[in-house]
DNA sequence: ATTATGATGTACT
DNA sequence: GTACATCATAATG
């Protein structure tokens, strides 16, 4: 969850065959494997979650409600099983590109802000999964752009498991 | 083999 | 605020 703060306010960028494409994260959400929310609960291995035991900085992308894509960048060493969700980001670069990507949204805020959305806005494909975003040739970049002067934090939304952990943080816009 | 459910988005009232 | 689309995955038989 350091993670999950520390990520606020960095310039997520996506380079694809269209362009480039990317913004500001402002909102995320982090989960650990001691967390009965968490895909990786209690360090259990599976199929959809392995890449969550990468080391950290790579990527982990699942499918979920048989049609929407959610973006997760791992955060602990190999072997523990961690990442941050991010859940809204701010478009700054490439806007042409995702209106494109969103025909029918005509709100620019409205573009991204959500973990589903922005796999949409962005148009990453799931085949990122298990990438390395740390490494150059990487599609995916994530660089320190703004601090942000405050971070916001609430409960996480969306579970019904471990809702009590105020895990979820928000950069002001 | 079968079933329950989910780290959601959109349209509609 | 409520309704519903839609199916892979994981757990269970």
């Not at 890449?51 to 955060?75: D, E, K, Q, R, W």
């Not at 590109?97 to 494909?125: A, D, F, H, V, Y």
Request: charged share 20%; aromatic share 8%.
């Amino acid at each position: 969850m350091n993670v999950a703060k520390g990520l606020l306010g960095y310039e997520l960028s996506f380079h694809g065959p269209n362009g480039t494409v990317g913004g500001i994260i402002t909102e995320t959400e982090a989960y650990t494997q001691d967390d009965p929310a968490c895909h990786a609960y209690n360090g259990k291995k599976t199929k959809r979650n392995a890449p969550m035991f990468l080391s950290a900085g790579h990527i982990y992308i699942y499918f979920i409600y048989g049609m929407h894509h959610c973006l997760n960048i791992v955060t602990e060493p190999e072997g523990r099983g961690a990442a941050v969700l991010i859940r809204d980001i701010q478009p700054t670069i490439g806007l042409d590109i995702i209106q494109t990507n969103r025909p029918n949204i005509t709100k620019q805020s409205e573009w991204l802000n959500g973990p589903s959305k922005l796999m949409m806005g962005l148009n990453i494909p799931a085949e990122l999964n298990t990438a390395n975003a740390l490494s150059n040739d990487c599609p995916l970049q994530c660089r320190p752009h703004k601090k942000p002067p405050t971070i916001q934090t609430f409960p996480r939304i969306g579970i019904s498991k471990a809702t009590d952990r105020l895990w979820r943080f928000r950069a002001p816009i």
